[in-house]
């Protein structure tokens, strides 16, 4: 198993994982972590998989990779202003499950 | 076309030029009606030009920068992305108009609408032209957060969980989508589209990154039963916005689907991949016209509507005729203008009534007798009733069905057409009638009427002559990759 | 010209209709202005068109709508006899509606939703396929909602929504019997004796359950049983519409689109050989029977009429599903013929209504003697629906009679009597009561108009169609009489 599979299967299992705290932590706070989390196993995955066949590792998934990056740190700004305006309107930190406003 | 015209690069200007009015409006706010405005104009004028020079050209490649694929960025223009651009022009026009007016209103903040508002149309046309997977991806997330911060506008309780939910969702579906490309990437080595659609085979990481991409768009088309985040983020974002989200944002993601469904991945689509986005696109006709007969509210009757009609759009999948996918273009067509009509005569009532109780709506019909008018043209098109655009995709989905024997599909056409006359002449009828409790009106600019009559009309306009938009349509063949 | 004329027809009611639509409430000398005037012009404009087509020009209008398919307008003859009607009735019926709204609310609304609705049926009538049948017959159905639910009462809305519920089922049936043919015959064009004769053996049964569902989609405005149910609810809305929905537009749209169906698509011969014939001779017989003896048990006099309505439209659909070209003479000029009289009867009931309070036959006793014009105009409607010679509908009897004979149908004339002597089981009494019986100390709400009985506009249209309806019968012989229309027409589809 060379070292770049196990990078990879290592990104998978951040993905999977953080998916399971978004799906199960009701706190949004920890769901936007796991956000940030599944965004790394996804980058992890990309890094680890840009060895081709050519010796020298592959530029374009690290180009990839640095756009992501700035897209998932815009992302994570506006979920933490969102964040706080709820707290702030709503004193909670939760999202009801049945949220439909009837 | 003259010949300056023809060879200028109208298909980085139609991006540009909404970003540049972007930042204009960002940086200033007390102009912003009027530079909103005038992007808006010239944004649809070079969407319009695209469109001639497509007419001359044919299909359209444009390497950014000049660089070209596999390492640089391309631009792509056939009949299907520029048809998705009038359309966003179209509805983007109706919008900003009625924008104008509707922030002019005390207590509306107009300073966060025009900026966001812009990113996302210029969102919007890139991913209409995007040339690779991963530029779809930026594109994608630009649209999204966007799309986020506008329903968070309006600043209210139900707004900011709605806008926490949808920004959640989208972010779920957006990774996803990139582990998809990322799979892509690894097996092919390019991120092209017209490449990888040459390229692509069966194996392990290819089925990986159909099913990830997939679902993702599901996701973001709000397919039942992934549906569950829109009736909120649609209802309780202000109305133009409102508009935006179901005429266009939803249907940003569809068009992504079926650019890598014909484009990348036809080697190994099947047909029972598509039986099961068909049966859940008849789901979604089904519960979501069901559940917005429960509605009392108008707003939430209306983003659940979207839910139902979104629906028809994943029938082509399981239909096996080509005629489908021509009824579905034409259906996202019509229902983009139907629909933005339909959501800013809900933003009508709301103003004048302060309210969207639908029992007591209070003759409406005959105090504001230009926005019952646009809601009713634009319900004439969602339930399929001639003349109109949503007749003419609901006659090619029919035929396409009936050709084949396909039953079922049609029966579930037919129940959609008359659920969805349910819930339209339900507030129709309350409109005739006096409420219990009669209240004082505001009034509302004739500009926010006028713009809604205008969008409707041209849902029954499309229902005239539709030999232009199939044409049009068939520039490029988008749908070659399927087998008649 | 010849592409212009039909387009004009349909715009003689569809401008004054969107411009009313602007007026003020109070300016009502525009609008009554404005209906007359599109009313006159249509009937001189479709003068000019039957002119036209007499001496030989044909007239059409076509409008691409996808490939393959168009919407297409011309004016055959069955096209005009319907347009002749409708516009006719229209005219009347606007100085009736004129005269019944004054003083009413909403009154640029209603008249602006009533000129859109006979825009629909003219263009019912002219529709040269299928498809531009379907179109204009669904707007029909949109743009009737209004005038149904135009009071605003909650009895209204409901009312308004049973309607619904029936056309737009019926609609729909409609659509997927048009797409469904559409893809086995490769056209929508109305031509005598049909487009199907020329398909596949395998097809038949396919071509049977279209049938069904093309029927049924007309059945429901035509308000055959079981379909019928929205009709005498929709006895809500004001009588000009009441009048105008049975005796011109709905009904009779309905009526029409099953003779286009049997002739014009599947022609007789086709569809009698596919069996489709006798079963819908059968449920028309059904209705005929069924609507006389719901009629006899009426109290209120407007659901009497209703139940009458859904009686004698079947009449046309008999003569049509009887496979004969006499028993189709029969069936296409009862379109006219109750047209006239159940008009006629309609304007009569909303005179009561409106001058006296009158709502219910019981509140009937003596009326004859307070309003004598009105009730003589009843009795002319009511005795030419008996099928007293030489009214109207003695005429269509005969000939349905004669002609079910001739095509081996005798059982008919037995529905025929039974149905005649239903007609004056409910309509005798009214009649006695009217005229012999001593009236009540005083009406239920009396309205007294200076010298005359009622205003002018109400008066004055019931007795003029109901002379109408005595002149066809009277006339029935001569050279341009509706009679001998019907007779070119049938002509058409049965001779070679």
């Not at chain 3, 006979?118 to 040269?128: E, M």
């Amino acid at each position: 198993m060379t070292l770049s599979v196990l990078y990879a299967l290592a990104g998978v299992g951040l993905f999977v994982l953080a998916l399971h705290g978004l799906i199960v932590h009701a706190h949004l706070l920890r769901k936007v972590l796991a956000l940030n989390i599944m965004g790394s196993g996804v980058f992890l995955i990309m890094v680890a998989l840009a060895r081709r066949a050519t010796e020298a590792p592959d530029p374009v998934p690290h180009a990839m990779v640095i756009t992501g990056i700035v897209v998932a740190v815009s992302a994570t700004a506006l979920a933490l202003v969102l964040l706080l305006r709820l707290k702030e309107v709503t004193g909670r930190t939760e999202l009801d499950e049945d949220q439909t406003p009837s | 076309m003259s010949n300056e015209l023809n060879t200028m690069p109208w298909i980085v200007w139609v991006i540009l030029i909404p970003l540049i009015g972007a930042m204009l409006c960002f940086m200033w706010p007390r102009r912003g009606k009027l530079l909103g405005m005038i992007t808006t104009l010239i944004t649809g004028f070079t969407a319009f030009m695209l469109y001639l020079q497509l007419l001359d050209h044919g299909v359209i490649r444009y390497a950014l920068g000049g660089w070209g694929a596999p390492l640089g960025i391309d631009l792509y223009a056939d009949g299907l992305s520029v048809l998705m651009l009038l359309m966003t022009a179209l509805v983007g026009l109706g919008v900003s108009l009625y924008g104008v007016g509707y922030f002019k209103q005390d207590g509306e903040n107009p300073a966060g609408f025009w900026p966001l508002w812009l990113l996302m149309w210029a969102g919007l046309n890139g991913l209409f032209l995007a040339g690779d997977v991963f530029n779809l991806y930026v594109t994608l997330e630009l649209l999204g957060l966007s799309a986020v911060a506008l329903v968070a506008l309006a600043g209210s309780k139900e707004a900011l969980s709605a806008a926490m939910r949808y920004l959640l969702v989208s972010l779920l579906g957006s990774l996803c989508y990139l582990l998809g490309v990322v799979l892509l990437y690894h097996a092919y080595g390019t991120v092209d589209i017209q490449l990888l659609g040459a390229l692509v085979n069966s194996n392990p990481a290819t089925y990986g990154a159909l099913g990830l991409m997939v679902t993702a768009m599901m996701l973001k088309s709000a397919l039942f039963p992934l549906h569950f985040w829109l009736p909120p983020a649609h209802a309780s974002a202000p109305a133009p916005i409102s508009a935006l989200l179901s005429a266009l944002v939803v249907k940003a993601s569809f068009y992504l689907l079926l650019r890598l469904w014909f484009d990348v991945f036809p080697a190994v689509t099947t047909v029972d991949i598509g039986l099961v986005l068909g049966t859940l696109g008849a789901a979604a006709i089904l519960w979501g016209s069901i559940q917005a007969l429960r509605q009392t509210r108008l707003k939430l009757l209306v983003a659940y509507s979207t839910v139902a009609q979104l629906g028809y759009l994943f029938l082509p999948f399981a239909l096996l005729s080509p005629i489908a996918w021509q009824g579905g273009v034409y259906l996202m067509l019509s229902h983009a203008l139907a629909k933005a009509a339909m959501f800013m005569a809900a933003g009508n009532i709301l103003k004048y009534g302060g309210h969207d109780r639908i029992a007591d709506l209070d003759r409406v019909a005959q105090r504001l007798p230009i926005t019952m008018t646009a809601f009713c043209l634009a319900g004439v098109s969602l339930m399929g009733l001639p003349p109109s655009g949503g007749f003419i995709a609901k006659w090619l989905l029919l035929e396409a069905a009936l050709t084949h024997n396909q039953w079922v599909w049609a029966a579930v056409m037919i129940i959609g057409g008359l659920l969805a006359a349910g819930y339209v002449f339900k507030v129709v009828g309350y409109a005739f009638t006096k409420a219990d409790s009669p209240h004082d009106a505001r009034p509302v600019p004739l500009t926010m009427e006028w713009a809604a009559l205008g969008l409707a009309a041209g849902a029954i306009i499309l229902g005239l002559n539709a030999h232009y938009p199939l044409a049009l349509l068939d520039i490029g063949k988008p749908f070659a990759g399927m087998s008649p | 010209m010849s592409a212009w004329l039909p387009l004009l027809v349909l715009a003689s009611s569809l401008l004054p209709g969107l411009i009313i639509f602007f007026l003020k409430e109070e300016q009502s000398r525009t609008r009554i202005f404005l209906n007359i005037a599109g009313a006159v012009v249509k009937l001189g404009l479709v003068g000019l068109m039957v002119w036209g087509v007499y001496h030989g020009q044909t007239y059409e209008a076509r409008l691409p709508l996808l490939p393959g398919l168009e919407l297409a307008l011309q004016a055959d003859a069955l096209a005009l006899l319907f347009v002749v009607l409708s516009s006719l009735l229209w005219l009347v019926t606007t100085v009736y509606a004129i005269g019944y709204l004054e003083n009413s609310p909403y009154r640029s609304r209603f008249f602006g939703f009533f000129s859109l609705c006979v825009t629909a049926t003219v263009g019912v009538a002219l529709s040269d396929n299928l498809i531009t049948f379907l179109l204009f017959y669904e707007l029909l159905t949109l743009s009737t909602y209004p005038l149904i639910v135009h009071r605003g009462t909650d009895t209204a809305r409901k009312a308004a929504r049973v309607y619904l519920v029936y056309t737009l089922v019926g609609g729909a049936l409609l659509l997927l019997g048009t797409v469904w043919l559409y893809t086995l015959a490769d056209t929508l064009s109305f031509t005598p004796r049909g487009i199907l004769s020329g398909l596949d053996a395998q097809y038949h049964g396919a071509l049977a359950v279209i049938f069904v569902l093309l029927i049924a989609g007309f059945g429901v405005k035509a308000a055959i049983i079981p379909l019928h149910g929205w009709l005498p609810r929709a006895m809500v809305a004001p009588a000009p519409v009441s009048a105008l929905l049975h005796a011109v537009a709905v009904v009779k749209a309905g009526a029409f689109g099953i003779v286009r169906v049997v002739h014009d698509v599947y022609g007789v011969e086709f569809a009698s050989s596919l069996g489709l014939l006798m079963p819908l001779a059968l449920l028309a017989a059904a209705t005929i029977i069924y609507g006389s003896v719901r009629a006899v048990y009426q109290d209120d006099l407007k659901r009497r009429l209703a139940y009458s309505t859904i009686s004698q439209v079947s009449y046309i659909v008999l003569g049509t599903a009887i496979a004969g070209p006499i028993a189709a003479i029969g069936g296409i000029i009862h379109l006219v013929h109750q047209g006239l009289m159940k008009i006629t009867l309609f304007f009569c009931a909303g005179n009561l209504a409106e001058t006296l309070g009158v709502h219910k036959i019981s509140e009937m006793d003596g009326i004859g003697r307070r309003m004598p014009w009105t009730m003589a105009a009843f009795t002319l409607g009511a005795f030419g629906m008996i099928g007293v010679p030489p009214l109207a509908g003695f005429i269509s009897k005969w000939y349905l009679g004669v002609g079910a004979l001739e095509a081996g149908q005798g059982w008919v004339i037995w529905v025929l009597i039974g149905s005649s002597l239903l007609n004056a089981a409910y309509f005798l009494p009214i009649l006695y009561a009217a005229w012999f019986k001593e009236p009540a100390s005083a009406w239920p709400d009396e309205h007294v108009f200076s010298g005359k009985e009622t205003a002018w506009a109400l008066l004055l249209p019931p007795v003029i169609t109901a002379l109408l309806s005595l002149a066809v019968g009277l006339l029935a012989n001569a050279t341009f009489s509706p009679l001998q229309w019907a007779v070119f027409i049938a002509s058409l589809e049965f001779m070679p």
